[in-house]
Nanobody, 124 residues
Framework: QVQLVESGGGLVQAGDSLRLSCAAS????????MGWFRQAPGKEREFVAA????????YYGDSVKGRFTISRDNAKNTVYLQMNSLALEDTALYYC?????????????????WGQGTQVTISS
């Protein structure tokens, strides 16, 4: 069965960096685009980034463009999210997800499988 296990979250200060990882199993990783979403308390799940099958192209939400970088290692079945210049508004539960359409999407409807999430908390 499909499994997605996120890691790398934590409590950091504004301006710091974090690198999230998502280890995937149970499907042909290199045949699917992957995405990262986040959800803060009381808010809808928000698109963060997506990456195509071989690592390019990549797509970003407006709020993280220029600060976050998505990448993947198909040999390790892992997708990463490097987050720099973290701000208070980046506090959320971060999820990775498996794309189920032909091209990367920004909607939750473009993804069919989700991990449990990893918490990222930014303090001032």
């Amino acid at each position: 069965q499909v499994q997605l296990v996120e890691s790398g979250g934590g409590l950091v200060q504004a301006g710091d960096s974090l690198r999230l990882s998502c280890a995937a199993s149970g499907f042909t990783f290199s045949s699917h685009f992957m995405g990262w979403f986040r959800q803060a308390p009381g808010k809808e799940r928000e698109f963060v980034a997506a990456i195509n099958l071989r690592g390019v192209p990549t797509y970003y939400g407006d709020s993280v463009k220029g600060r976050f970088t998505i990448s993947r290692d198909n040999a390790k079945n892992t997708v990463y999210l490097q987050m720099n210049s973290l701000a208070l508004e980046d506090t959320a539960l971060y999820y990775c997800a498996v794309g189920t359409k032909l091209i990367p999407g920004r909607s939750v409807d473009d993804y069919g499988y989700w991990g449990q999430g990893t918490q990222v908390t930014i303090s001032s």
